[in-house]
């Protein structure tokens, strides 16, 4: 079962992107979710698109998807799709964005996708596997901290948003650059190949990130929480790099936020 996981992991990221693709700058119907974000009927439609085959070749896992929602089918076995993960991008037609679906064996990531339909860049790792973009293997850079571009993300939640460009305005005294792209999936993505040195999350969520840690470490990161310790997919704050890099991070945040 487990080597057909990232093959469908793959199939269910394309199809996803195919939508994206073709409806991207096309006029779409947007609604304002909860927590202040948008969604689009792109998302949905390219959600079913991912669902669809990852059903029909694991019916019986469960899947934990942005717009869906869990479905709970008490398995080992769990999928964290985001079908449009950078949503505000897709909608001001800034071509940044991407599909990210991950696996997930007693809450160990075990394959993960990241798709950037419009470049036509497909990220993928499998556990002990190594990381590939386009087939051709990845990893994470190893510069030093002042010649660093680290990427960060920015929750909604007006609190933990001044709290982020804190921690951003910080780590640029001793960094390079610290860049905010609105697709947390896509700069860990960036972050496996060596396009930007290390990711800072804050508030983010598991569907979101959680391909995106597995391609990164299989790439030759560690993944941290804000303390230091060895962090998981499913930890709203982290920090992934490679091992000085994330340790550096580690503290340049703690002087914002000790806790």
Request: glycine share 8%; hydrophobic share 45%; proline share 3%.
């Amino acid at each position: 079962m487990k080597n057909d996981i990232l093959p469908t992991a793959i199939t269910a990221a394309e199809a996803a992107g195919a939508v994206l693709k073709k409806r991207f700058r096309s006029a779409v119907l947007i609604e304002d979710k909860s927590d202040g974000s948008f969604v689009s009927a792109v998302d949905r439609e390219a959600e079913r698109a991912a669902l669809s085959i990852i059903q029909e070749n694991f019916l019986e896992h469960s899947i934990v998807s942005e717009e869906a929602g869990f479905f709970d089918r008490n398995s080992e076995y769990v999928w964290y799709v985001d079908p449009l993960d950078g949503t505000t991008n897709f909608l001001h037609h800034v071509p940044f964005f991407c599909v990210s679906i991950a696996c997930t064996f007693k809450e160990e990531v075990i394959a993960g996708v990241i798709y950037d339909a419009i470049h036509d860049e497909l990220f993928y790792a499998s556990k002990n596997e190594g990381a590939f973009l386009n087939g051709k293997n990845i990893h994470v850079s190893n510069p030093k901290i002042e010649k660093a571009v680290i990427s960060a993300t920015r929750p909604q939640d007006k609190a933990k948003k001044e709290l982020g460009f804190k921690i951003a305005s910080v780590v640029e005294q001793h960094a390079h650059g610290v860049k905010f792209m609105g697709s947390a999936a896509l700069e860990l993505a960036y972050t496996a190949c060596g396009r930007f040195d290390g990711f800072i999350g804050l508030g983010i969520n598991p569907h979101d990130v959680a391909a995106g840690v597995i391609i990164c470490e299989e790439a030759g990161a560690v993944t941290l929480d804000f303390s230091g310790k060895p962090g998981k997919f499913k930890d709203a704050n982290m920090i992934v790099g490679n091992r000085e890099i994330a340790k550096q991070l580690v503290r340049y945040v703690r002087k914002v936020n000790p806790r």
